[in-house]
């Protein structure tokens, strides 16, 4: 299983960063349609007379709708995250703005 980038991967390729945007949108997207596959099948096989070919695909679509609306910021927050922390540790001897004042 691919790892989340490092900071130094980000610092030898910098352009390449914003291609990370779309892949962490599809794994939260895929990961909440997982979940919700999941949550929907077992509270719905108990609480509900429906069947699990309902069910499963009920839980895979609200789960992933449910995680597309969360995925645009958080990809963009964790982009932004690694951009600053590659650009960061590109200098550790220099001061940030607030020490530098």
């Not at 900071?7 to 979940?35: C, D, S």
């Not at 839980?59 to 600053?84: K, P, R, T």
Request: with cysteine.
């Amino acid at each position: 299983m691919p790892s989340v980038p490092t900071p130094r991967w980000l610092q030898r390729n910098p352009r390449l960063t914003i291609l990370l945007f779309p892949v962490y949108v599809v794994a939260i997207v895929a990961a909440g349609a997982l979940l919700g596959a999941i949550l929907h099948l077992g509270f719905g096989l108990i609480f509900t007379e429906r069947t699990a070919g309902f069910l499963l695909r009920k839980g895979l679509f609200n789960g992933a709708f449910y995680a597309f609306i969360w995925s645009i910021g958080l990809s963009f927050v964790i982009c932004i995250v690694q951009a600053h922390e590659a650009k960061r540790t590109a200098s550790p001897g220099e001061k940030t703005d607030s020490a530098s004042h």
